[in-house]
């Protein structure tokens, strides 16, 4: 009798063993951290076709992790007050914005950035229209109104050997992530009541080369519930046996 209840026990603690280490799975394959490019990105405005916010997330720019000066299709440039080119929109725009979306849902714990990097007279500072202090929005909403904090996106090189840099996160359980853009390295201050200070030469842009994001997947709950229903099955199998 003590025989067959301490069979009994171990059987029992077995198939905790059995769940406790599925749920142990679960949080290993939940807590790997990746890196990745979101699966689109759609912005306010953008001053030509060959300036498009989907360049920020497809590599067009890169050449291993260093991004060319070249704007034309390799970096996105909101309209601001100039002309549009072939294919712009949105003239004229005093908030500039870029959203992304994730893909899927995700804890965000860091971003790599390649701020704007255009350099097209050889020696000029237009890099300075590079995004500044960014209002973070991001939630499950493609049109994201939870904030996530303001960032400051440190400013490019405007060399083509600019390799980017990293910046902090803590976002959790997002899939869209806006940027509202506050100001840029050349003294433009954006805003939903209009623009103020001097920017490269009154055009009041910015824009962006490049982005990465780091982070983990959040589980569906579908996949839990596949889960717990593998998990306990193994523990019928092994009370029977």
């Known amino acids: 009798m003590l025989r067959g209840q301490h069979v009994g ?14 749920a142990i799975a679960l949080g290993a394959t939940s807590a790997s951290a990746v890196t990745f490019a979101p699966v689109s990105a759609s912005a306010s405005s953008q001053y030509a076709s060959e300036r498009s916010p989907s360049f920020t997330i497809d590599g067009s720019g890169l050449t291993s992790n260093a991004h060319t000066v ?7 440039t909101s309209v601001g007050h100039l002309s549009p080119g072939s294919g712009g929109f949105g003239s004229p725009e005093d908030s500039p914005s870029i959203t992304f979306d994730l893909g899927a849902n995700y804890n965000l714990t860091s971003m790599h950035v390649w701020n ?23 939630d499950l909403n493609p049109t994201p109104t939870t904030s996530g904090g303001q960032v400051q996106i440190p400013n490019a090189t405007g060399l083509g050997t600019y390799a980017g840099d990293d910046v902090a996160l803590s976002l959790n359980n997002v899939r869209y992530v806006k940027f509202q853009v506050l100001d840029n390295y050349d003294g433009a201050v954006f805003g939903a009541g209009g623009h103020t200070g001097t920017n490269w030469p009154g055009y009041y842009i910015t824009g962006l080369s490049e982005i990465r994001f780091t982070g ?11 889960l717990g229903v593998a998990a306990l099955g193994m523990l019928a199998r092994r009370r029977r046996a």
């Open 9 to 22: 026990m171990t059987g029992r603690v077995a198939g905790c063993a059995l769940v406790a280490g599925a």
């Open 116 to 138: 704007y990097n255009e350099n097209f007279q050889g020696g000029d500072t237009f890099h300075n229209v590079g995004m500044k202090n960014v209002q973070l929005l991001a």
């Open 216 to 226: 983990t997947a959040v589980p569906e709950p579908a996949s839990l519930g596949v």
């Open 70 to 76: 070249n704007s034309q299709n390799a970096m996105w």
